[in-house]
């Protein structure tokens, strides 16, 4: 069998013969001298100095060849060294003589190819060809080797399984001086693991993990490239849910309810260019040409459809909560991919705000509202520093004699960029990023000033209202911040009343309740807003603390022209049911007041009486009613 030793013990013997040759050449004249000296000795009666120098020759020819028999030595250990070397090298050594014949390989190579040296003596590399590069790629290798000695790359081969492999290879080329014969060696490395590892590094700057859609990147690579050439539908969806979702799932359950919902998208829009998910909540996908908007909206309804249903994990059936935004996309540059997104995200936010499961067509009008918007927050987070906030009230009469019973403490802002600026357009914002804490808290500590400063001086009992956003009922902790202002201002607290809407007793009753309670027992009473817009579910009425009902001004504001009152009617008369107050808001005209009084509604909140008034203004108003 030839193996690792044939190729060193043909070097071994090629290096043996050399020193053989040497050492004969040499030897040969010693002996022949060694003989001449000994028959000189023999024969001539020689001198002293003569025979030191015959001695001298003696000992250098005796050097020499010691010096010979140690160098073939050293030679066999350098052998020895290379050969171990070869033989345990983690790269596969491939050696060929100059027609490519392979003479030798190591063990390495059989280890990665899978062939034995039997297999492979005589062959040729190309033995090995994977058949996926093609003629240049050789052609360049080769000229590589013979002009420059060497080359160096990546390339595909088959192991004897038949499987493809990746290997980064060099190749050299050896001159044999000593017969100008040529040997090549090809080393090279199975990659195979670290081209896998690099894949997936790659999906991972390319995918979503947890769904295997596309991430961010790949989406914007994705619209660059169509964007060039078509035009499209971006829909963007927003898991309102997510965190809520996140803080009750395990890690696990949350993927799976990413992975069902990602399943969905794409069973709905099966050809959808591109879906992905571009944040943990926000799925984007693309239709590539522009849908027939009848054809749209019925695949979106499919969808919300099919989101809305429950998703089974863990025997939990879990439901989400979302919005869609849509938006074209017109063949622009590559500048305008990022503004598709955005647009599509501004529609989305709109849809949000109007609810669960809505969706919105992007427009430049959303477009303006949501740059205007951006400026109230801007604005915003600087104005109660700013002293932009005051309140004004809006006395709340007994039609019946006229009387002030309370007043509702309205907002107002006055900015310098944006002028005076409605509570309809900037609470949702303020409750969209949170400020709202801060300014609820600034109109809760403004009213018990007002109500101390103003209405205990003048020893009025009219209650001051206070509309408590749902957004800051239900993080915190509002009776202990309400009982705060009412011992900081001492004032007496049932001259205190808070409006919550109907939003905020439908989830949580029993912790909301317990809020609601624990303000009553400090003598505040509560009034329910907007009454018949949201929920209006009657069970959850009769076990809720509650006062009094306000009859939104929606039900009203027809009256009536394009209303014939029959709500107010029925909300008037639920009241008695439930044995709470009620009263109207936003009555204007005196058919609407007669109305109210025909309906038994004894109190009135608007214009009739009385717009919001400045403090002073207001306390005016109670002086004279
Ligand atoms: P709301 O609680 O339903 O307040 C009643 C709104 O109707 C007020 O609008 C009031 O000025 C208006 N209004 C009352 N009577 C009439 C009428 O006869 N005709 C017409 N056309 N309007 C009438 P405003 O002050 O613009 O407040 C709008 C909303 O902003 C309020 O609706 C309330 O939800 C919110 N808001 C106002 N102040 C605050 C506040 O301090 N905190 C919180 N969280 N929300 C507030
Ligand atoms: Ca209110
Ligand atoms: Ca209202």
Redesign the pocket.
């Known amino acids: 069998m030839k193996d690792i030793n044939y190729i060193f013990n043909e070097s071994k013997s090629k290096s043996k013969n050399k020193i053989y040759k040497k050492f004969l050449k040499l030897y040969t004249p010693t002996l022949s001298l060694v003989f001449v000296i000994l028959v000189m000795m023999i024969t001539i009666e020689c001198n002293r100095v003569m025979h030191i120098i015959y001695f001298a020759i003696l000992i250098i020819i005796n050097l020499i060849i010691c010096f010979y028999m140690f160098k073939r030595k050293e030679d066999n250990y350098k052998l020895q060294i290379a050969s171990d070397i070869f033989e345990n090298s983690r790269e596969a050594i491939l050696v060929t003589d100059g027609k490519q014949n392979i003479i030798v390989v190591n063990k390495a190579f059989q280890r990665i190819t899978g062939y034995s040296i039997e297999d492979v003596i005589g062959k040729k590399p190309s033995y090995f060809k994977s058949g996926i590069h093609g003629k240049e790629f050789y052609k360049k290798m080769w000229n590589d080797i013979n002009e420059k000695g060497m080359w160096t790359g990546e390339i595909y081969d088959r192991r004897k399984s038949g499987e493809l492999y990746p290997k980064f290879l060099t190749i050299s080329l050896i001159n044999n001086k000593e017969d100008n014969s040529v040997n090549y060696v090809g080393i090279f490395e199975d990659v195979t693991e670290i081209k896998k590892k690099e894949t997936y590094i790659e999906q991972l700057k390319r995918f979503d993990e947890v769904t295997g859609l596309a991430n961010y990147f790949q989406l914007i690579n994705m619209l660059e490239d169509m964007s060039r050439e078509e035009e499209g539908i971006l829909i963007c969806i927003n898991i309102a849910n997510y965190s809520d979702l996140n803080a009750i799932c395990s890690s696990e359950s949350l993927n799976s309810i990413m992975v069902s919902i990602s399943k969905e998208i794409i069973a709905v829009f099966k050809y959808a260019y591109v879906t992905a998910r571009t944040d943990k909540d926000e799925f984007i996908l693309v239709i590539k040409n522009r849908l027939d908007l009848d054809q749209l909206i019925s695949y979106i309804n499919k969808l919300i459809d099919k989101l809305k249903e429950p998703i089974h994990i863990e025997n939990e059936e879990i439901f989400i909560s979302f919005s869609m935004g849509i938006t074209e996309i017109k063949k622009e540059n590559e500048e305008a991919i990022e503004d598709f997104i955005q647009n599509g995200r501004i529609a989305m936010e709109f849809a949000k705000s109007q609810g669960n499961y809505n969706y919105k067509f992007y427009s430049n009008h959303l477009k303006d509202r949501y740059l205007y918007e951006v400026k109230i927050e801007n604005n915003l987070r600087r104005a109660i520093e700013n002293n932009e906030f005051h309140?004004?009230y809006?006395p709340q009469v007994d039609i019946y004699n006229e009387k002030v019973v309370g007043a509702?403490?309205?907002?107002?802002w006055e900015n310098q960029e944006l002028g005076t600026v409605?509570?309809?357009r900037f609470?949702s914002v303020?409750e969209k990023t949170g400020l709202?804490k801060e300014?609820?808290e600034w109109?809760i500590d403004s009213v018990c000033k007002f109500i101390k400063e103003d209405m205990v001086s003048i020893k009025s009992k009219v209650p001051i209202s206070?509309?408590?956003?749902p957004v800051?009922f239900k993080s915190q902790d509002i009776h202990k911040i309400v009982k705060g202002y009412v011992d900081r201002y001492n004032i007496p607290a049932n001259m205190l009343e808070i409006?919550i809407?109907e939003g905020v007793i439908i989830e949580n009753r029993e912790e909301i309740n317990d809020k609601l309670i624990k303000l009553k027992e400090m003598g505040i009473n509560i009034a329910l807003?907007?009454f018949g817009t949201g929920y209006s579910s009657l069970s959850y009425l009769r076990k809720m603390e509650i006062d009094k009902i306000?009859i939104?001004?929606e039900f009203i504001?027809d009256y009536p022209k394009g209303d014939d009152g029959a709500i107010s009617k029925i909300i008037v008369n639920l009241s008695k049911e439930l044995g709470t107050k009620v009263i109207a808001?936003?009555?204007?005209t005196v058919e609407q007041l007669e109305f109210m009084k025909e309906i038994n509604c004894a109190l009135i909140?608007?214009?009739?009486y009385s717009?919001?008034l400045e403090k002073k203004e207001f306390i005016k108003f109670i002086a004279k009613h």
């Open positions: 309140i004004k809006q509702e403490a309205l907002l107002r409605t509570p309809d609470i303020a709202i300014i609820g109109v206070i509309n408590i956003s800051q409006e809407t807003d907007d306000k939104d001004r504001k808001e936003g009555v204007e909140q608007g214009y009739y717009p919001p």
